[in-house]
């Protein structure tokens, strides 16, 4: 065994490695075995820190695209004022509006497609560095819908599980094995090469407008008026989803946080109401948070020109939009001045 | 529970640590009794299914074998035989045939719901079909005739004929196992042995990357496109298409190597079932290299007695022989006519290179090899790629719409969402088909997977999963093949 024991760290010398596996013929199945894959394990584990060392490099260097503005909203922002949520924030709230209206400076933390635990862990994240001033939340119908997907898109925090500890309670939320998966150093840049590649290129900013975190839509809406049922749209909601909510709230609060929950204008007439957004209503009330309803503005309702498509306004809506909430914003400064 | 989770990878390694510590003789005990569990884990009452099949095959073999009287044994073995196959009609084939009376007499599948509830209720199951059904009642007759063709024995262990039929790592999607290449093993005294060990876990790792990284990769481009065809110009559903092809093959063989990989961890052997068909020449090499336990199976229980009997046709009573073979066996993937286009499809290729086999040949003179093979190999591709379109479809109409929108729909840039998705599916094909071509043409040149320098092989199956951490997708769905 001593034999045995003095090649598998002899990595160098691979032929003196395939005579030592060779004497091991003597020893029996299992042992050969064992010692085989412990020396296979040893081998991967060097690869996989390694290339999860360059992974991480590189990803941390980048310096345009999605991956960045997470990075960015994270590790970098000091603003005053945030803005999260999904695409309904990403694409409606510019920021240089509520900057030039309030005299506060502004960072758009929203992304596309991700669900409450993606902003609830970006807010862990911010917290642990500064305490902004202000943070608006944009609230939309569905929030707290029950969907795998929502669960799966929490891929996108891994590479920050072994960097913010805080982050962890929300990231291993994703599956029950995702703490064992997260030992791996390459694991967490899953699917990630090619956005980190390009990442570290000027592309993205060729690709599209990114005014801090705002992306604006140029399309211009053509769909007839309609009205939703918004009480007939049943579906089951995610009591994780709720809990994560809850503590944004929480912890906004306890950092002494201005917060508002803001619901964005919204193309279609809305007939009753929405399961989520009831019990988002319900939950700001219970807490006494300021919860500003624009999805029944009458400017935006049904006016094809503001909106890209039925639930994200476009440019032109955006800029109203955004001074319409910088001005709620400067109201309520002045009034908890006075 | 799919071979991809984490789950498996628990119950698997319980089963074969315990699997090693027994005593040979009570081994198969064991593994009857985990592939029950494997079984039950997604629907615990359809194993009633499952136990009633393997008692009927049992108790029907021992009494075909026995029976002194030809005609006795004849009827037992006709009426085993059936109850089968009723078993396989009844679970995935009696809503498809009650639609087709009642649209017959003039009434959907539609009106029927809207006659009310007791009408529909009796008349429609709504029940999803046990899980390996086709493979289960395939292997179970095959037993069955090759006992009355005196082939085989009787097996007289019922422990060891439903290990053979239930056998975990096989079970949902094959290979389909003959009773004389499977029974004999779980007999046999198997040592531990590090190079079954060994061997198997490469075929996992394969798999595993050809599953993750190739199949679930290029599901999700498939599904935007081939889901969403109205949506999308020709360009993008000929890409979709392709990709299609490459994740059907990824998928299924990824499955298999799997399946192999983890019968082989446990001393078992199962038998091969693919053999580098996308670098096959014609349609009909295609089928001796895709699927071929099925194929086979076919080919030895279907498409020879039927030749046989209509040999006095000639040529004509080969093509009817293979032309039905091919529609059952298209029908055998499911419930729909979409399967029984794609057979078809398959059949009426026969047919054509079965016919024109002697010019093909006279024109394979004429021009250089690899032309001819270059030639060949995208034909074969693109004609199967095609035969998919019907496969994939939910409904004849769904792929009519598309194979008139590759002709008809043109203009516009080919539908990218995510470049990155793009260039991980591109990446993908590329290695994958570098590594197959590589085992095709040049395995006698070198080899890393098979290296005898234990560093370089083992480095390759480093990179092999590093590859899968970087581009596997971990939120795939289920194989493919797990529906029929």
Redesign the interface.
Same mark, same amino acid.
């Given at each position: 065994m001593t034999e045995v024991n003095l090649f598998i760290f002899n990595?160098d010398y +691979?032929?003196s490695?395939?005579m030592g =596996?060779k004497k091991l013929s003597a020893v029996n199945? %299992?042992q050969? @075995?064992l010692i !085989?894959t412990g #020396? =296979?394990i040893i @081998? #991967?584990f060097i #690869? &996989?820190f390694f290339?999860g060392g360059i $992974?991480h490099y590189f990803y941390f260097k980048q310096s345009s695209g999605w991956e960045y503005r997470t990075k960015y909203s994270i590790e970098d922002t000091r603003a005053d004022v945030l803005i999260f949520g999904a695409s309904r924030a990403q694409q409606q709230y510019n920021p240089d509006y509520i900057e030039k209206k309030t005299g506060l400076t502004c960072y758009n933390t929203g992304r596309d497609g991700e669900p409450v635990f993606y902003y609830y862990g970006v807010l862990q994240g911010v917290l642990k560095r500064y305490t902004p001033k202000i943070i608006i939340l944009d609230v939309e119908n569905n929030v707290f819908r029950e969907s795998?997907d929502s669960y &799966?898109r929490l +891929?996108i925090l891994l590479p920050y599980y072994t960097t913010h500890p805080e982050m962890r309670p929300v990231i291993e939320l994703r599956s029950p094995?995702e703490k064992? !998966?997260l030992q +791996?150093r390459? %694991?967490p $840049?899953? +699917?990630?090469? $090619? !956005?980190i590649a390009?990442g570290n290129t000027d592309f993205n900013k060729k690709r599209f407008e990114d005014i801090k975190g705002y992306v604006p839509l140029t399309g211009a809406l053509d769909e007839p008026i309609r009205t939703v049922d918004l009480s007939k749209n049943k579906y089951a909601v995610d009591t994780n989803k709720i809990n994560c909510y809850k503590s944004f709230i929480n912890d906004c609060l306890k950092a002494n946080i201005k917060l508002y929950l803001v619901c964005s204008p919204y193309f279609f007439r809305a007939v009753g109401e929405d399961t989520s957004m009831q019990i988002a209503k319900e939950i700001a009330k219970e807490r006494k948070v300021d919860f500003i309803d624009f999805s029944k503005d009458k400017l935006f309702l049904s006016n094809s020109k503001f909106f890209d498509d039925t639930i994200h306004v476009n440019v032109s809506g955006s800029e109203i939009f955004s001074n319409k909430v910088a001005d709620t914003l400067l109201s309520k400064i002045n009034s908890n001045a006075r | 529970m799919i071979f991809t989770s984490l789950n498996f990878a628990l119950f698997f390694l319980i089963v074969a640590v315990i699997n090693y510590l027994l005593p040979v003789k009570y081994r198969y005990i064991w593994l009857l009794g985990a592939s029950i569990y494997f079984y039950m884990f997604t629907s615990p009452i359809y194993i009633l299914v499952a136990a009633s099949i393997v008692l009927l095959t049992y108790y029907g073999g021992i009494e075909i074998e026995k029976q002194g009287d030809k005609k006795e044994s004849f009827r037992l073995y006709v009426f085993t035989i059936i109850a089968n196959v009723a078993f396989l009609i009844f679970f995935k084939y009696t809503n498809f045939f009650t639609s087709i009376v009642f649209d017959t007499i003039n009434f959907s599948r539609q009106k029927l719901l809207h006659a009310g509830p007791p009408i529909a209720n009796s008349l429609l199951v709504n029940i999803a079909a046990p899980l390996g059904i086709s493979y289960l009642t395939f292997q179970a007759i095959g037993y069955l005739i090759e006992i009355k063709r005196g082939n085989h024995p009787a097996e007289k262990k019922l422990g060891h004929l439903a290990t053979f039929l239930l056998f975990f790592p096989k079970i949902i999607a094959g290979p389909v196992e003959r009773a004389h290449h499977f029974l004999p093993q779980i007999s046999e005294t198997k040592k531990f042995e590090y190079s079954n060990v060994s061997t198997g876990l490469k075929l996992l790792v394969w798999g595993l990357f050809k599953k993750l990284v190739v199949a679930d990769r290029l599901s999700i481009y498939v599904n935007a496109v081939l889901g969403n065809a109205d949506h999308h110009n020709g360009l993008t559903l000929i890409t979709g298409t392709i990709f299609y092809v490459f994740q059907m093959y990824a998928d299924f063989s990824g499955y298999t190597d799997m399946a192999l990989g983890l019968a082989k961890i446990l001393g078992f052997d199962l038998v091969q079932n693919f053999n580098r068909p996308l670098f096959a020449k014609s349609v009909t090499e295609f089928w001796r290299k895709w699927h071929i336990s099925l194929s086979t199976w076919f080919a030895d229980y279907f498409y020879n007695p039927i030749a046989v009997a209509k040999r006095d046709w000639g040529s004509w009573g080969i093509v009817y022989a293979f032309f039905l073979t091919f529609v059952v066996l298209g029908f055998w993937h499911g419930a729909n006519w979409t399967f029984i286009v794609f057979g078809a499809l398959q059949g009426l290729a026969l047919t054509i290179e079965f016919f024109t086999r002697k010019q093909r040949k006279y024109i394979r003179k004429k021009i250089p090899s690899l032309a001819n093979s270059i030639a060949g190999i995208l034909f074969t591709v693109g004609y199967f790629g095609f035969s998919l379109i019907f496969f994939r479809s939910t409904s004849l109409k769904e792929a009519f719409i598309i194979i008139k929108r590759i002709f008809t729909a043109r203009g516009g840039a080919i539908y990218i969402e995510n470049p990155s998705i793009i260039l991980f599916s591109i990446a993908s094909i590329v290695f994958f088909m570098l590594v197959e071509f590589k085992k095709e043409y040049l395995d006698h040149l070198f080899t890393f997977s098979d290296n005898k320098n234990w560093l370089i092989r083992n480095c390759y199956y480093c990179m092999l999963l590093l590859i899968i951490l970087i581009a596997g997708v971990f939120d795939g769905g289920e194989f493919i093949y797990f529906q029929f």
């Amino acid at each position: 065994m001593t034999e045995v024991n003095l090649f598998i760290f002899n990595f160098d010398y +691979s032929q003196s490695i395939e005579m030592g =596996f060779k004497k091991l013929s003597a020893v029996n199945g %299992y042992q050969h @075995l064992l010692i !085989k894959t412990g #020396a =296979f394990i040893i @081998l #991967a584990f060097i #690869a &996989d820190f390694f290339v999860g060392g360059i $992974f991480h490099y590189f990803y941390f260097k980048q310096s345009s695209g999605w991956e960045y503005r997470t990075k960015y909203s994270i590790e970098d922002t000091r603003a005053d004022v945030l803005i999260f949520g999904a695409s309904r924030a990403q694409q409606q709230y510019n920021p240089d509006y509520i900057e030039k209206k309030t005299g506060l400076t502004c960072y758009n933390t929203g992304r596309d497609g991700e669900p409450v635990f993606y902003y609830y862990g970006v807010l862990q994240g911010v917290l642990k560095r500064y305490t902004p001033k202000i943070i608006i939340l944009d609230v939309e119908n569905n929030v707290f819908r029950e969907s795998q997907d929502s669960y &799966d898109r929490l +891929s996108i925090l891994l590479p920050y599980y072994t960097t913010h500890p805080e982050m962890r309670p929300v990231i291993e939320l994703r599956s029950p094995f995702e703490k064992l !998966k997260l030992q +791996s150093r390459v %694991y967490p $840049f899953n +699917s990630m090469l $090619f !956005k980190i590649a390009i990442g570290n290129t000027d592309f993205n900013k060729k690709r599209f407008e990114d005014i801090k975190g705002y992306v604006p839509l140029t399309g211009a809406l053509d769909e007839p008026i309609r009205t939703v049922d918004l009480s007939k749209n049943k579906y089951a909601v995610d009591t994780n989803k709720i809990n994560c909510y809850k503590s944004f709230i929480n912890d906004c609060l306890k950092a002494n946080i201005k917060l508002y929950l803001v619901c964005s204008p919204y193309f279609f007439r809305a007939v009753g109401e929405d399961t989520s957004m009831q019990i988002a209503k319900e939950i700001a009330k219970e807490r006494k948070v300021d919860f500003i309803d624009f999805s029944k503005d009458k400017l935006f309702l049904s006016n094809s020109k503001f909106f890209d498509d039925t639930i994200h306004v476009n440019v032109s809506g955006s800029e109203i939009f955004s001074n319409k909430v910088a001005d709620t914003l400067l109201s309520k400064i002045n009034s908890n001045a006075r | 529970m799919i071979f991809t989770s984490l789950n498996f990878a628990l119950f698997f390694l319980i089963v074969a640590v315990i699997n090693y510590l027994l005593p040979v003789k009570y081994r198969y005990i064991w593994l009857l009794g985990a592939s029950i569990y494997f079984y039950m884990f997604t629907s615990p009452i359809y194993i009633l299914v499952a136990a009633s099949i393997v008692l009927l095959t049992y108790y029907g073999g021992i009494e075909i074998e026995k029976q002194g009287d030809k005609k006795e044994s004849f009827r037992l073995y006709v009426f085993t035989i059936i109850a089968n196959v009723a078993f396989l009609i009844f679970f995935k084939y009696t809503n498809f045939f009650t639609s087709i009376v009642f649209d017959t007499i003039n009434f959907s599948r539609q009106k029927l719901l809207h006659a009310g509830p007791p009408i529909a209720n009796s008349l429609l199951v709504n029940i999803a079909a046990p899980l390996g059904i086709s493979y289960l009642t395939f292997q179970a007759i095959g037993y069955l005739i090759e006992i009355k063709r005196g082939n085989h024995p009787a097996e007289k262990k019922l422990g060891h004929l439903a290990t053979f039929l239930l056998f975990f790592p096989k079970i949902i999607a094959g290979p389909v196992e003959r009773a004389h290449h499977f029974l004999p093993q779980i007999s046999e005294t198997k040592k531990f042995e590090y190079s079954n060990v060994s061997t198997g876990l490469k075929l996992l790792v394969w798999g595993l990357f050809k599953k993750l990284v190739v199949a679930d990769r290029l599901s999700i481009y498939v599904n935007a496109v081939l889901g969403n065809a109205d949506h999308h110009n020709g360009l993008t559903l000929i890409t979709g298409t392709i990709f299609y092809v490459f994740q059907m093959y990824a998928d299924f063989s990824g499955y298999t190597d799997m399946a192999l990989g983890l019968a082989k961890i446990l001393g078992f052997d199962l038998v091969q079932n693919f053999n580098r068909p996308l670098f096959a020449k014609s349609v009909t090499e295609f089928w001796r290299k895709w699927h071929i336990s099925l194929s086979t199976w076919f080919a030895d229980y279907f498409y020879n007695p039927i030749a046989v009997a209509k040999r006095d046709w000639g040529s004509w009573g080969i093509v009817y022989a293979f032309f039905l073979t091919f529609v059952v066996l298209g029908f055998w993937h499911g419930a729909n006519w979409t399967f029984i286009v794609f057979g078809a499809l398959q059949g009426l290729a026969l047919t054509i290179e079965f016919f024109t086999r002697k010019q093909r040949k006279y024109i394979r003179k004429k021009i250089p090899s690899l032309a001819n093979s270059i030639a060949g190999i995208l034909f074969t591709v693109g004609y199967f790629g095609f035969s998919l379109i019907f496969f994939r479809s939910t409904s004849l109409k769904e792929a009519f719409i598309i194979i008139k929108r590759i002709f008809t729909a043109r203009g516009g840039a080919i539908y990218i969402e995510n470049p990155s998705i793009i260039l991980f599916s591109i990446a993908s094909i590329v290695f994958f088909m570098l590594v197959e071509f590589k085992k095709e043409y040049l395995d006698h040149l070198f080899t890393f997977s098979d290296n005898k320098n234990w560093l370089i092989r083992n480095c390759y199956y480093c990179m092999l999963l590093l590859i899968i951490l970087i581009a596997g997708v971990f939120d795939g769905g289920e194989f493919i093949y797990f529906q029929f």
